[in-house]
Nanobody, 118 residues
Framework: EVQLVESGGGLVQPGGSLRLSCAAS????????MSWVRQAPGKGLEWISG????????DYAFSVKGRFTISMANAKNTLYLQMNSLEPEDAAVYCC???????????WGQGTQVTVSS
């Protein structure tokens, strides 16, 4: 079955950096676009970044643009999210998800907690 396992979350001070990883298995990673989404306490699910199956095109939510970078390593079936200049508002559970061609996100990981606090 499809497996998406996030890692790399933790506690960081405002202005700090963190790199999240998403290990994928159970499907052909190179055939899917991938996204990162997050959910903060008391808030709904927020899409924050996506990358196409070839890794040549990326998109970001305005709230993270210029601070976060999405990337993938096809040979490792791994998705990454480099997060810089973290703010308290970035605190959330971060999940990776896959996107079949022509449809919405269909599979999700369990998520990794990111806490931003001084």
């Amino acid at each position: 079955e499809v497996q998406l396992v996030e890692s790399g979350g933790g506690l960081v001070q405002p202005g700090g950096s963190l790199r999240l990883s998403c290990a994928a298995s159970g499907f052909t990673f190179s055939s899917y676009a991938m996204s990162w989404v997050r959910q903060a306490p008391g808030k709904g699910l927020e899409w924050i970044s996506g990358i196409n199956s070839g890794g040549s095109s990326t998109d970001y939510a305005f709230s993270v643009k210029g601070r976060f970078t999405i990337s993938m390593a096809n040979a490792k079936n791994t998705l990454y999210l480099q997060m810089n200049s973290l703010e308290p508002e970035d605190a959330a559970v971060y999940c990776c998800a896959r996107k079949p061609s022509g449809s919405n996100l269909d599979s999700w990981g369990q998520g990794t907690q990111v806490t931003v606090s001084s």
